[in-house]
C-alpha cells in the first residue's frame, strides 16, 4: 500500500476553467489586473503614484502605459524602455506576463501617471 494512498483526495479546478482556447481568458486577466490596480491606486497618498513594469527577455525593464487585450491568450503591453526611453509594444500570451507594481512619488510639476486599458 502506499503513502499517497492515505493522504485525501483534493480536486482543484483548473485555473482556467474553460481552458485555454476560452476567448475570455486574455480578456479576465485584463480585467483583474485593472481592478486590483485600480484598488492599489485607492490606497495611494496624494504625491504618490503606480509604476508598472515588465521585462523583456534581455532583462531590460519596460514602464507598462497600456494594456490592450486582442485575442483569446494574447495580451499587448505598450510602454517605454527604462533605460533608453524607446516607445515598445510587447506581445505576450496572458500565462507568461510577469509584472511588478510599486509605489514612487510624482514628480514635482508632473501630473500622476494613468494606466490605459484597451479591450479590442
Known amino acids: 500500500m502506499s503513502f499517497l494512498n492515505l493522504l ?3 480536486s482543484i479546478p483548473p485555473m482556467e476553467a474553460i481552458g485555454v482556447d476560452d476567448p475570455t481568458v486574455a480578456r ?6 485593472k ?8 490606497e495611494l497618498e ?11 527577455p534581455s532583462g531590460a525593464a519596460v514602464t507598462v502605459d497600456a494594456v490592450e ?4 491568450a494574447l495580451l499587448t503591453l505598450k510602454g517605454q524602455e ?3 526611453g524607446k516607445a515598445c509594444a510587447i506581445l505576450v500570451h496572458q500565462s507568461s506576463l510577469q509584472i ?4 514612487e512619488k510624482i514628480p514635482i510639476g508632473q501630473a500622476p501617471k494613468v494606466m490605459v486599458f484597451e479591450i479590442e
Do not use: C, G, H, N
Request: without cysteine; charged residues 25%; negative net charge.
Open 82 to 84: 527604462q533605460a533608453s
Open 69 to 72: 487585450y486582442q485575442s483569446p
Open 100 to 103: 511588478v507594481v510599486s509605489v
Open 8 to 10: 485525501p483526495q483534493i
Open 28 to 33: 479576465r486577466f485584463a480585467d483583474r489586473l
Open 35 to 42: 481592478s486590483r490596480l485600480t484598488e492599489m491606486q485607492k
Open 46 to 56: 496624494d504625491d504618490e503614484q503606480l509604476e508598472v513594469v515588465t521585462f523583456l
